[in-house]
């Protein structure tokens, strides 16, 4: 029976450990992709900047940019206190 307990034990912290592990990694993915995309954008608008013309598709991620930025801040909790 203490086997069994033990090994019930055992089973549970490796499982947590498992779910831990893989939600670290989901996390360092999506902080990688947004790294790649904020270096992205900072080309376009570096670009853009220096009077490059960009293409309809570059503009276009650009506006989809600022128009996520703008609903972010909408969204954002008032931190503001009274």
């Known amino acids: 029976m203490k086997r069994l307990i033990i090994l019930f034990f055992i089973f549970a912290l490796t499982s947590s450990l498992q779910a831990n592990t893989d939600t670290y990694e989901k996390a360092c993915y999506h902080r990688q992709h947004l ?11 570096r670009r853009k ?12 991620q650009l506006k989809l940019y600022w128009q996520s930025l ?6 954002a909790p008032n931190l503001k206190t009274q």
């Open 70 to 75: 703008i609903a972010q801040a909408h969204h």
């Open 35 to 45: 790294d790649a995309q904020e270096r992205e954008i900072s080309n376009l608008r």
């Open 49 to 60: 900047n220096k009077g490059a013309k960009l293409t309809d598709a570059e503009q276009v």
